[in-house]
């Protein structure tokens, strides 16, 4: 059986499910190196602002090893928060056919693609994009040293089409690279939870025939929760109700503009669990982000398996794939309030239920974004090594 060495910083709940999975169907043989050390199971999380530890097992169902990382400032955070002196003679052990790098930025995974290059099959997973691309010579400068790093490897699994887009001007060819969808756990999020999303709703004080509009991830500038709920505030749409999920820097500004809008909610931070009834809750999803550095948003994907109607911006990876206009949701241009009051106002004018058939073709588009056809992807690239 041909063996496969993963290497990735710490377990995350959109790609420990593909391990497991991977390891289940025995059609290759894997076995991941975590190179974060035994500290990435639990680690703080700057953008919520607190320690996070998910509710679902993401060590279950596979091989795995710890790497020990000497880093002085060990994390994911910073290039230098990864170094694992044994991490090559740990996977030469091993002795795999294959190794796939979860991301090239830290000193080990970049000194992993050198080290292999031309000695067993290098596969690449990253998610950068060329949304946040301005062009001039800081681009250009850029774009020649990405060439050389992915010089590296052999093949690159991408995630959709802007990522796509992105090897392509990095330098690899069509035939390098293979398309292995960003996904989420589709099952988990879509299986009925409606007794609990009611009991939200009426906890939060939404009545079933008003709207709810959601809002759920960090509380940061490249999210741009700000915009949404101005333009939340200035739209006054009656019997429309938005909610705020999460937590974060600007969680006090949040409130504080809130405070005397009845129809805006807070939540904290909810766990991997929980999750699907705050989706389930919703009648419309929106991620208004403006960047840099919003290369996919999973939370689109969540939403979607939850068949809600999706409002994102332009600046989120996942709209060129998952976001078909006026079919299951809307785009509008990031930073433009008056583009986004326009959009939301358009949704929100829409009746209940016009918003679940736009939420039900999310359900449908998102059945093809699956950890099958990932770990699908996987096993034929490796296979055919």
Same mark, same amino acid.
């Given at each position: 059986?041909?063996?496969?060495?993963?290497?990735?910083?710490?377990?995350? @709940?959109?790609?420990?499910?593909?391990?497991?999975?991977?390891?289940?169907?025995?059609?290759?043989?894997?076995?991941?190196?975590?190179?974060?050390? $035994?500290?990435?199971?639990?680690?703080?999380?700057? /953008?919520?602002?607190?320690?996070?530890?998910?509710?679902?097992?993401?060590?279950?169902?596979?091989?795995?090893?710890?790497?020990?990382?000497?880093?002085?400032?060990?994390?994911?955070?910073?290039?230098? /928060?990864?170094?694992?002196? =044994?991490?090559?003679? +740990?996977?030469?052990?091993?002795?795999?056919?294959?190794?796939?790098?979860?991301?090239?930025?830290?000193?080990?995974?970049?000194?992993?693609?050198?080290?292999?290059?031309?000695?067993?099959?290098?596969?690449?997973?990253?998610?950068?994009?060329?949304?946040?691309?301005?062009?001039?010579?800081?681009?250009?400068?850029?774009?020649?040293?990405? +060439?050389?790093?992915?010089?590296?490897?052999?093949?690159?699994?991408?995630?959709?089409?802007?990522?796509?887009?992105?090897?392509?001007?990095?330098?690899?060819?069509?035939?390098?690279?293979?398309?292995?969808?960003?996904?989420?756990?589709?099952?988990?999020?879509?299986?009925?939870?409606?007794?609990?999303?009611?009991?939200?709703?009426? @906890?939060?004080?939404?009545?079933?025939?008003?709207?709810?509009?959601?809002?759920?991830?960090?509380?940061?500038?490249?999210?741009?929760?700000?915009?949404?709920?101005?333009?939340?505030? =200035?739209?006054? @749409?009656? /019997?429309?109700?938005?909610?705020?999920?999460?937590?974060?820097?600007?969680?006090?500004?949040?409130?504080?503009?809130?405070?005397?809008?009845?129809?805006?909610?807070?939540?904290?931070?909810?766990?991997?669990?929980?999750?699907?009834?705050?989706?389930?809750?919703?009648?419309?999803?929106?991620?208004?982000?403006?960047?840099?550095? $919003?290369?996919?948003?999973? *939370?689109?994907?969540?939403?979607? *398996?939850?068949?809600?109607?999706?409002?994102?911006?332009?600046?989120?990876?996942?709209?060129?794939?998952?976001?078909?206009?006026?079919?299951?949701?809307?785009?509008?241009?990031?930073? =433009?309030?008056?583009?986004?009051?326009?959009?939301?106002?358009?949704?929100?004018?829409?009746?209940?239920?016009?918003?679940?058939?736009? /939420?039900? !073709?999310?359900?449908?588009?998102?059945?093809?974004?699956?950890?099958?056809?990932?770990?699908?992807?996987?096993? !034929?690239?490796?296979?055919? @090594?």
């Amino acid at each position: 059986m041909k063996k496969l060495a993963v290497v990735i910083t710490h377990p995350i @709940q959109y790609y420990a499910p593909v391990f497991k999975l991977l390891h289940e169907r025995r059609q290759i043989a894997v076995r991941v190196f975590y190179t974060w050390g $035994e500290g990435g199971a639990e680690k703080f999380d700057p /953008g919520f602002g607190k320690n996070i530890r998910w509710d679902i097992p993401l060590l279950e169902g596979y091989p795995y090893e710890w790497v020990k990382n000497i880093s002085a400032d060990p994390g994911s955070h910073h290039s230098k /928060g990864i170094d694992n002196p =044994d991490l090559i003679s +740990r996977i030469n052990t091993w002795q795999p056919d294959t190794i796939l790098v979860y991301g090239w930025f830290y000193k080990s995974h970049l000194k992993i693609l050198k080290y292999f290059k031309g000695k067993v099959s290098v596969i690449f997973r990253g998610d950068s994009t060329l949304l946040d691309d301005t062009g001039g010579v800081k681009s250009l400068l850029r774009s020649l040293f990405l +060439r050389r790093v992915y010089a590296n490897i052999d093949y690159a699994l991408y995630t959709g089409s802007n990522n796509k887009a992105y090897f392509k001007k990095c330098g690899l060819n069509e035939t390098q690279l293979f398309f292995a969808p960003h996904a989420i756990d589709n099952d988990r999020f879509a299986a009925d939870r409606t007794n609990e999303a009611a009991a939200l709703r009426y @906890q939060l004080g939404v009545a079933e025939d008003e709207k709810l509009l959601l809002f759920a991830g960090k509380f940061e500038s490249k999210k741009d929760p700000l915009l949404l709920l101005e333009a939340f505030i =200035d739209v006054k @749409q009656p /019997g429309t109700h938005l909610l705020l999920a999460g937590n974060g820097i600007l969680e006090t500004e949040l409130k504080t503009k809130a405070s005397r809008h009845k129809s805006v909610h807070f939540i904290d931070f909810q766990n991997q669990h929980h999750m699907p009834v705050v989706y389930q809750a919703c009648d419309i999803f929106c991620l208004p982000s403006k960047g840099p550095g $919003e290369t996919w948003g999973l *939370a689109v994907n969540e939403a979607m *398996a939850c068949s809600k109607t999706i409002l994102i911006s332009n600046k989120v990876g996942a709209g060129t794939d998952l976001v078909k206009d006026y079919k299951n949701g809307l785009i509008f241009n990031a930073g =433009d309030l008056t583009d986004l009051k326009s959009k939301l106002k358009t949704l929100l004018l829409y009746n209940k239920t016009a918003l679940f058939t736009m /939420g039900q !073709q999310s359900g449908e588009i998102i059945k093809g974004w699956s950890f099958g056809k990932q770990v699908e992807a996987i096993e !034929q690239l490796v296979l055919s @090594q």
